[in-house]
């Protein structure tokens, strides 16, 4: 284990109640209601355009693309708005500052880069990693493996000939795992989102991050 990468909602920040809200609020002005088991069911692995375009189509709504963009923006406005509100997953804080002297670290996310960006720096924990990679950063979101890829890219600056398989990812949604695991990185999933009988294809499934030492991710890495 050479390099740690985390997804972002979902496993550092508990944030996705937040994206139901924007997202619910954008489509609203296109007159399309969402509820919140209708989000976590179809949306929340996807990107704000993928997620607006997927909503669009299930309720029978034109979804050419300069709609679509046109309400990414107000989710994302709506977004930045609720910032404030965003807290930490238990233990995520603690992991982080943990791994960093030792690791170099990445974010490969669904969500933007800029709003990754401000969280961390809001959470004090923006210089502890090396690579942020947003959905805007890259030309495939997930389950594509480019986001988990170009993170390992930028990476290789701290870790010379850094490969994927020298790479640990924490996900939480079965899109994620697959993305990771198609880049060739061990997964360790997290069941905040799902339930680990439906993280099964990750290496491994844990329940939480608090409490997880460096020493007990090299021992998972290693099995």
Same mark, same amino acid.
């Given at each position: 284990m050479r390099a740690v990468i985390f997804d972002f909602d979902g496993v550092l920040v508990? $944030?996705?109640?937040?994206?139901?809200? @924007?997202?619910?609020? @954008?489509?609203l002005t296109a007159g399309v209601a969402i509820e919140k088991d209708e989000y976590y069911r179809h949306y929340l692995a996807f990107d704000d355009r993928g997620a607006i375009r997927i909503a669009l189509e299930r309720h029978g709504q034109p979804s050419d693309r300069d709609r679509v963009e046109a309400l990414a923006q107000i989710k994302a406005r709506r977004y930045a708005d609720l910032l404030p509100e965003v807290p930490f997953f238990a233990g995520a804080r603690e992991l982080v500052r943990a791994l960093a002297p030792r690791h170099p670290l990445g974010v490969a996310s669904g969500a933007l880069h800029r709003e990754i960006d401000a969280i961390l720096t809001a959470g004090g924990l923006r210089d502890a990693f +090396? *690579?942020?990679?947003? *959905?805007?950063?890259?030309?495939? +979101? !997930?389950?594509h493996p480019e986001p988990y890829l170009t993170a390992m890219t930028r990476l290789e600056a701290r870790a010379p000939g850094l490969r994927a398989a020298e790479c640990l990812v924490f996900e939480d949604s079965v899109p994620g795992i697959a993305s990771a695991r198609a880049a060739g990185m061990k997964v360790v999933a997290i069941t905040n $989102?799902?339930?680990?009988? !439906?993280? @099964? +294809?990750?290496?491994?499934v844990v329940d939480s991050l608090e409490g997880l030492t460096p *020493?007990?991710? !090299? $021992?998972?890495f290693a099995g």
């Open positions: 508990d $944030s996705e109640g937040l994206h139901f809200r @924007a997202q619910r609020d @954008a489509l +090396t *690579a942020i990679v947003g *959905a805007d950063d890259v030309g495939h +979101t !997930k389950p $989102s799902y339930p680990a009988a !439906k993280l @099964a +294809t990750a290496h491994r *020493a007990e991710l !090299k $021992s998972m």
